[in-house]
């Protein structure tokens, strides 16, 4: 069963940085879309940014100039970089990957547990 294992959460100050990873717990055939999403309290899921396996990327417009999305195909691992971080980031950040599990397998969609970003002063 494939799982996907996210880190980097945490408290950081207003204008700060962080950097989100979502990593497959297994080797697997071929990872197609790699998502970030994030879920504030009382707010519905919000759509954060994409990479395609061909390398398209795109941005919700909250966080466009701001935030930067990659993938490592090599680690199975996708990062999301956050700078000048506001308040209103503030979240349960959650990752998705659409991914083939094994040769000739449909593209399967995955979600991480989710990892708390706050920003506050």
């Known amino acids: 069963q494939v799982q996907l294992v996210e880190s980097g959460g945490g408290l950081v100050q207003p204008g700060g940085s962080l950097r989100l990873s979502c990593a497959a717990s297994k080797n697997i055939f071929s990872i197609e879309n790699m998502e970030w999403y994030r879920q504030a309290p009382g707010k519905q899921r919000e759509w954060v940014a994409l990479?395609?396996?061909?390398?398209?990327?795109k941005y919700g417009s909250s966080v466009q100039g701001r935030f930067a999305i990659s993938r490592e195909n090599a680690q199975n691992t996708g990062y999301l970089e956050m700078n000048s971080l506001k308040p209103e980031d503030t979240a349960e950040y959650l990752c998705?990957?659409?991914?083939?599990?094994?040769?000739?397998?449909?593209?399967?969609?995955?979600w991480g547990q989710g990892t708390q970003v706050t920003v506050s002063s």
């Open positions: 998705k990957m659409g991914l083939r599990p094994y040769r000739g397998s449909n593209i399967r969609n995955y």
């Open positions: 990479i395609t396996s061909d390398g398209t990327i």
